[in-house]
């Protein structure tokens, strides 16, 4: 794959990150300064033979064309979550009750600019979704209880055009997730793995296929999740998860329309993974981002760029010392929105910018966006990237839990600047 360079569009101004909490006022975590590469060269380090470093590429801020900083513009009360864009604008979940467990769903909400955003209303029998994906004039929607889906509880699969009233598309208790591209949508159930229905994304119209158990083991149970690149599938298949070493890896299959699955003849380790939140992998000038299987949110492991599905980059490690302490490849990839404004991640309140997957940059955060003890975060708890034609819009997620009071009620601020 090619390389490209990584140089800002956003002024890069000098960001610190304060911990504290209320017994003490000492502790602290230092980051990056803006425009520094996490992934340049260091000598003397004790990285095992063959990991790749990659040397910095980055302009300094001093030679940045542009100067802007971050502005506040709103608040929300609770957690602004999933957020997408579509032709009208942006979605997004609005989980408003601070002690329901990771993963369970909310209302629908929506916002013409990223800026302004209010709830969407009822739709259908049930109010409360989980998932939500954004193509094109389309936007797709998931409701049901999914933390009971192995009592059977049906869940429904939404479509709203540009202009449309919500329809509904399916309802099937083996509905859990879905993958969507702007070829096709693929419907299924990930315990035990299976293909539910794949769909034509333009018209909705159901399209014949082959379950991806014709490439599984037979009359055995194997979980299994989809991810929708830019063009194909990629779809990971395991054995329930136990004690023993010997345990097969996981098998990874590719399919270019979702309608026949083939085992992937070059995998990376780990295959790939997704979560419930992550429907197409994070995708910028063709380029997609995808880590491998993890049980555990954000997951760990490697991480890799890919265009076709077929051959994959390995992100490089990033460098981690007292100055520069970005997450593991797979726990960034996971926190990353694709925009068209590049590569957008978020991990304990910095900003990473990348044109290629591969380098990435330090980018100015905003002030509120400081993470306290790791057992405590009435700092930010999660943030996005969103870009328009002329801002960039930060959207940070705050109170997520505090450690020594409980269970608190998130609020949402948003920020913007110029690009």
Same mark, same amino acid.
């Given at each position: 794959?090619? #390389? #490209?360079?990584?140089?800002?569009?956003?002024?890069?101004?000098?960001?610190?990150?304060?911990?504290?909490?209320?017994? /003490?006022?000492?502790?602290?975590?230092?980051?990056?300064?803006?425009?520094?590469?996490?992934?340049?060269?260091?000598?003397?380090?004790?990285?095992?033979?063959? !990991?790749?470093?990659?040397?910095?590429?980055?302009? /300094?801020?001093?030679?940045?064309?542009?100067?802007?900083?971050?502005?506040?513009?709103? /608040?929300?009360?609770?957690?602004?979550?999933?957020?997408?864009?579509?032709?009208?604008?942006?979605?997004?979940?609005?989980? =408003?009750?601070?002690?329901? %467990?990771?993963?369970?769903?909310?209302?629908?909400?929506? /916002?013409?600019?990223?800026?302004?955003?209010? !709830?969407?209303?009822?739709?259908?029998? $049930?109010?409360?979704?989980?998932?939500?994906?954004?193509?094109?004039?389309?936007?797709?929607?998931?409701?049901?209880?999914?933390?009971?889906?192995?009592?059977?509880?049906?869940?429904?699969?939404?479509?709203?055009?540009?202009?449309?009233?919500?329809?509904?598309?399916?309802?099937?208790?083996?509905?859990?997730?879905?993958?969507?591209?702007?070829?096709?949508?693929?419907?299924?159930?990930?315990?035990?793995?299976?293909?539910?229905?794949?769909?034509?994304?333009? +018209?909705?119209?159901?399209?014949?296929?082959?379950?991806?158990?014709?490439?599984? %083991?037979?009359?055995?149970?194997?979980?299994?999740?989809?991810?929708?690149?830019?063009?194909?599938?990629?779809?990971?298949?395991?054995?329930? +998860?136990?004690?023993?070493?010997?345990?097969?890896? %996981?098998?990874?299959?590719?399919?270019?329309?979702?309608?026949?699955?083939? $085992?992937?003849?070059?995998?990376?380790?780990?295959?790939?993974?997704?979560?419930? #939140?992550?429907?197409?992998?994070?995708?910028?000038?063709?380029?997609?981002?995808?880590?491998?299987?993890?049980?555990?949110?954000? %997951?760990?492991?490697? !991480?890799?760029? &890919?265009?076709?599905?077929?051959?994959?980059?390995?992100?490089?490690?990033?460098?981690?010392?007292?100055?520069?302490?970005?997450?593991?490849?797979?726990?960034?990839?996971?926190? &990353?929105?694709?925009?068209? !404004?590049?590569?957008?991640?978020?991990?304990?309140?910095?900003?990473?910018?990348?044109?290629?997957?591969?380098?990435?940059?330090?980018?100015?955060?905003?002030?509120?966006?400081?993470?306290?003890? =790791?057992?405590?975060?009435?700092?930010?708890?999660?943030?996005?990237?969103?870009? +328009?034609?002329?801002?960039?819009?930060?959207?940070?997620?705050?109170?997520?839990?505090?450690?020594?009071?409980?269970?608190?009620?998130?609020?949402?601020?948003?920020?913007? +600047?110029?690009?």
């Amino acid at each position: 794959m090619g #390389r #490209r360079s990584s140089i800002g569009v956003v002024a890069l101004l000098a960001v610190g990150v304060v911990a504290c909490n209320d017994a /003490s006022s000492s502790d602290s975590t230092t980051v990056a300064e803006p425009g520094t590469s996490v992934t340049e060269s260091i000598q003397g380090d004790d990285r095992a033979d063959g !990991a790749t470093v990659l040397e910095s590429t980055v302009d /300094s801020v001093a030679e940045s064309d542009t100067s802007a900083g971050w502005a506040a513009v709103s /608040s929300l009360t609770g957690e602004l979550d999933q957020i997408v864009s579509w032709s009208e604008g942006f979605a997004a979940i609005m989980k =408003s009750d601070g002690d329901e %467990p990771p993963g369970e769903g909310g209302e629908l909400w929506h /916002s013409k600019d990223g800026v302004d955003w209010e !709830a969407s209303g009822p739709f259908g029998p $049930q109010d409360d979704i989980y998932s939500i994906v954004g193509q094109d004039d389309q936007l797709f929607a998931v409701s049901g209880d999914i933390s009971n889906y192995e009592d059977g509880t049906p869940q429904t699969l939404w479509r709203r055009r540009s202009g449309e009233p919500w329809g509904e598309i399916m309802t099937d208790d083996a509905l859990h997730r879905i993958a969507v591209n702007s070829d096709r949508l693929v419907a299924y159930r990930w315990d035990p793995f299976g293909i539910v229905g794949v769909f034509d994304t333009a +018209t909705m119209e159901t399209v014949e296929f082959l379950d991806v158990s014709e490439n599984l %083991p037979a009359q055995e149970r194997m979980y299994g999740n989809v991810i929708a690149l830019d063009e194909g599938f990629l779809a990971t298949a395991l054995w329930p +998860t136990n004690l023993d070493a010997h345990q097969p890896d %996981p098998i990874l299959l590719y399919s270019a329309d979702g309608s026949e699955w083939d $085992q992937h003849p070059s995998p990376p380790e780990g295959g790939v993974g997704t979560t419930s #939140r992550q429907s197409t992998a994070p995708t910028f000038d063709g380029r997609n981002l995808v880590s491998s299987f993890s049980w555990s949110y954000p %997951p760990g492991g490697g !991480a890799w760029v &890919t265009d076709t599905g077929m051959a994959f980059e390995p992100l490089p490690d990033p460098v981690t010392d007292e100055v520069v302490n970005p997450a593991a490849g797979a726990y960034l990839v996971a926190l &990353t929105n694709g925009t068209d !404004a590049g590569f957008f991640g978020v991990e304990d309140g910095v900003i990473y910018q990348s044109f290629d997957g591969l380098d990435w940059t330090t980018l100015e955060s905003p002030s509120t966006w400081s993470v306290l003890a =790791s057992f405590d975060h009435r700092g930010l708890a999660h943030g996005t990237i969103l870009a +328009t034609d002329d801002t960039l819009i930060a959207v940070g997620v705050h109170g997520e839990f505090e450690g020594w009071v409980g269970l608190v009620n998130p609020s949402t601020d948003i920020w913007v +600047t110029e690009r």
